[in-house]
Nanobody, 126 residues
Framework: QVQLVESGGGLVQAGGSLRLSCAAS????????MGWFRQAPGKEREFVAA????????NYAGSVKGRFTISRDNAKNTVYLQMNSLKPEDTAVYYC???????????????????WGQGTQVTVSS
């Protein structure tokens, strides 16, 4: 099992930036990919970005492409989400997730992930 702890959330004005971090511990050698998801009030949790742990290949939701960047530091077992040009509609609880086994499928769906963090709140004011 992989334990995940997110940090870096907070309150920011529209147009500003935040960087989220997610530190993994436990069976980190088993990590195949990691992703960021978010859930706004009254809405379902949705995919934001994902990264293949070994290759570094990335996927992004259309709503964040060009504004958000996912990256990882394998030595620190940490994944980051750099969020620029933030909008009020980016307000949500952001969750980090880890997949701990190989797959030939995309890392976009939530069901691909076995391990989840507790989430960190991001609030963007207009």
């Amino acid at each position: 099992q992989v334990q995940l702890v997110e940090s870096g959330g907070g309150l920011v004005q529209a147009g500003g930036s935040l960087r989220l971090s997610c530190a993994a511990s436990g069976r980190t050698f088993s990590i195949y990919g990691m992703g960021w998801f978010r859930q706004a009030p009254g809405k379902e949790r949705e995919f934001v970005a994902a990264i293949n742990w070994s290759s570094g290949a990335t996927n992004y939701a259309g709503s964040v492409k060009g504004r958000f960047t996912i990256s990882r530091d394998n030595a620190k077992n940490t994944v980051y989400l750099q969020m620029n040009s933030l909008k009020p509609e980016d307000t949500a609880v952001y969750y980090c997730a880890a997949r701990d086994r190989p797959t030939l499928q995309t890392l976009v769906p939530q069901y691909q992930y076995q391990n989840w963090g507790q989430g960190t709140q991001v609030t963007v004011s207009s």
